[in-house]
């Protein structure tokens, strides 16, 4: 009997089977944005079948079946096109498992094995995105997992009421709160070390910015259907006007007669990192100081890419990155969780005034043939210019005296002569059409210019007196180069959409339409919305800036400010004397929460009984029971008998059975009658 009843009290009840699906769908949820969704299914097919099994009207599955469901589901994985060897796949992975052992929780150490799992998985979440939505959602998950824990060890198998739900909430949310103390402690002081390990993610599913090595017209047009955001910037001192902002990001030197890329022979991106990467000090010696630096602080969004945007030229960088040959600057490895930049840019400087040949050729790259139009009417141009400067003005100009539109919708080109399909026929375009051209026109008549991509502008936070530049302020303009001037910039879509520029660019397309028809919700759209989306911004724009970004430099500053030069002995007392605060501040919340809980009537005036009937010799055992106690006690103290076996009577109803009682009260009195009447003998 005794095994029999071990066995039942370690089998999980119904209602602790149901807190355990309800915290097993918290935690797969937010994941379902990055894995496959069909796991979800998975999960309420494998926990469907344990509820029918728990009430009767199903079998448990044998070894054969789960093996034959399990092996389903993996073949199910590999064919969803994840590597072998990634992030996904082994998130994948654990989330199937984390499913099917819905369909075995028998006992409470299986119902363990799900709980442990959903803790990882949660930490897992934080891996795919760091925003402050996901950080609350993964404390209100934590609450759940650590609520279905206390239901699953304390569960009595009742049914499911509004009462032990609200209890367990209630006591789970203590729990944690407890722990805060403790978790700030280890954020604050805990050593910040760069990963040893890696793994990569499953392609560019992951990656927002479509900034891409390579520019296609009409590529570019695509983002503006992302309102996502590529990252954020805090000046510290004025904000340049909005014409002014130009992010500079790849410099796209080879054109095959339809794509434009940075190199001329077809590279990985490991390789194009190690080709562009050079010495900090190589830059400056090109650089002719004008104008006043501008600093300013960046937090780019992960994006699976190392490119990094900037004002040109960066002249100081704080924090992990490298630079480019070209000006351009680049993270050391791609970029997959928030970084945050500290940047300063000299924007009048003057840059390669004079030109090494090996880069003129570069720049003057072009097919040995093909459009045919827009050579030849390069060439009259530069006939009628009394200047390379005065060709680069007429050629900018042209764009705005002829009919020429700025669209979100251009016509598809084809694969050949597509400068002068755009350039003389259609005359429609986007941003990438329009740099493209300008700069086959200027290498048709030997003057050295490369096309620019990045992003133009952002939208200014009022709240949080921030820049957010979003996908669709994706942009692409040109470079040209003049002796003793170095490279200039010349945007030619400012000549055809200036709104692009001065504005924005819902602006610039006004009634044609197109921004963000793809974004049914986005908050871009409504201006009714704009403000809580500030809000929203400035808010998560502080939550990277002081957690995500709390890097080490950040930690050393914080500790120096308010500890101090740092040592590694002060650090360890600082580190000590907050630990034994927060374990003495548990002891004083648990005693007083005992101290709360008040001891009831009944029982203080049993207390009182055992300690009266000490006094006449008689003292309780603490293996007997109240009643056996009684029996012991009239046997021995027979002129007390009556009053003893009634008051252990009334005290065991009161115990054991408090729903029969009608009146609580009354038989309180009783007790105390009684009790009187013992200690008057």
């Not at 097919?367 to 390379?388: D, E």
């Not at 941003?431 to 620019?452: E, K, L, N, Q, T």
Request: one cysteine or more.
């Amino acid at each position: 009997m005794f095994n029999d009843g071990f066995a039942k009290d370690l089998k999980i009840t119904y209602s602790a089977m149901m807190w355990l699906l309800v915290a097993q769908l918290v935690v797969m949820l937010p994941l379902m944005f990055f894995l496959p969704i069909w796991i979800l299914p998975v999960l309420l097919f494998s926990a469907g079948w344990r509820m029918r099994v728990m009430q009767g009207h199903q079998e448990q599955p044998k070894k054969v079946l789960k093996t034959i469901i399990a092996g389903i589901g993996i073949i199910g994985l590999f064919a969803s096109g994840m590597p072998m060897v990634s992030l996904d796949m082994m998130a994948s992975l654990l989330m199937l498992g984390f499913a099917y052992k819905a369909l075995e929780v028998i006992e409470k150490r299986d119902a363990m094995v799900v709980i442990l799992t959903g803790f990882l998985l949660i930490g897992l979440l934080f891996i795919y995105s760091q925003s402050i939505l996901v950080a609350l959602y993964g404390a209100f998950a934590l609450t759940i997992l650590t609520a279905a824990l206390i239901a699953i060890q304390h569960d009595k198998g009742a049914a499911v009421s509004a009462k032990p739900i609200l209890e367990n909430l209630k006591l789970s949310s203590l729990m944690l709160l407890l722990c805060l103390p403790l978790m700030l402690l280890f954020f604050i002081f805990a050593p910040r070390f760069t990963p040893l390990w890696t793994l990569p993610f499953s392609g560019e599913g992951h990656a927002k910015t479509g900034i891409s090595d390579s520019m296609t017209p009409g590529d570019i047009a695509n983002l503006s259907q992302s309102d996502a955001l590529a990252f954020t910037v805090k000046f510290m001192g004025e904000k340049p006007n909005q014409n002014q902002l130009y992010w500079r990001g790849l410099v796209m030197q080879h054109f095959d007669g339809k794509t434009w890329t940075q190199f001329s022979d077809s590279l990985s991106l490991e390789a194009s990192r190690k080709k562009l990467r050079t010495r900090e000090q190589f830059i400056r010696n090109r650089l002719v100081k004008k104008g006043y630096g501008r600093e300013y602080e960046v937090i780019y969004e992960k994006t699976a890419r190392p490119w990094l945007f900037a004002l040109t030229p960066v002249v100081n960088v704080k924090g992990d990155a490298v630079y480019g040959t070209d000006y351009t600057l680049m993270a050391r490895s791609n970029i997959l969780e928030p970084k945050m930049l500290t940047l300063t840019s000299y924007p009048e400087a003057l840059r390669d005034t004079t030109l090494d040949e090996k880069t003129r050729q570069r720049a003057l790259q072009l097919p040995k043939g093909g459009n045919p139009q827009t050579r030849a009417l390069a060439k009259r141009l530069l006939a009628k210019a009394t200047s390379k400067q005065d060709y680069v003005n007429t050629v900018m100009n042209r764009f705005k005296q002829q009919e020429y539109y700025y669209t979100l919708r251009p016509a598809l080109l084809g694969d050949t002569n597509t400068i002068d399909e755009f350039l003389i026929n259609n005359k429609k375009g986007f941003c990438a059409h329009y740099a493209g051209s300008f700069v086959f026109m200027m290498r048709a008549v030997g003057i050295p210019a490369r096309v620019v991509t990045g992003y133009q502008g952002g939208k200014w936070n009022k709240q949080g007196q921030f820049l957010s530049v979003h996908q669709y302020d994706a942009h692409a303009w040109t470079e040209v180069w003049f002796k003793d001037k170095g490279w200039l910039r010349f945007d030619p879509t400012a000549m055809v959409a200036p709104n692009r520029i001065e504005q924005s660019l819902e602006h610039a397309v006004g009634e044609a339409g197109g921004f963000l028809e793809d974004q049914i919700f986005s908050m871009e759209k409504y201006s009714w919305l704009s403000e809580l989306k500030d809000k929203m911004d400035s808010a998560q724009y502080a939550w990277r800036r002081f957690v995500i970004g709390y890097d080490r430099d950040s930690q050393s500053a914080l500790i120096k400010k308010f500890f101090g030069e740092q040592s590694l002995q002060k650090i360890a007392m600082i580190v000590g004397g907050f630990f034994i605060a927060i374990i003495t501040l548990w002891s004083l919340l648990l005693r007083l929460g005992q101290n709360n809980q008040r001891e009831s009537e009944e029982h203080q005036l049993y207390r009182k009984f055992c300690h009266r009937l000490e006094k006449h010799g008689v003292s309780k055992k603490l293996s007997q029971s109240p009643t056996v106690f009684s029996q012991y006690a009239a046997s021995q103290l027979p002129s007390l008998a009556n009053d003893i076996i009634a008051f252990t009577q009334y005290y065991s109803q009161l115990c054991y059975n408090p729903s029969e009682p009608k009146n609580k009260k009354e038989n309180i009195k009783v007790l105390k009658r009684l009790f009187n009447n013992i200690k008057r003998k």
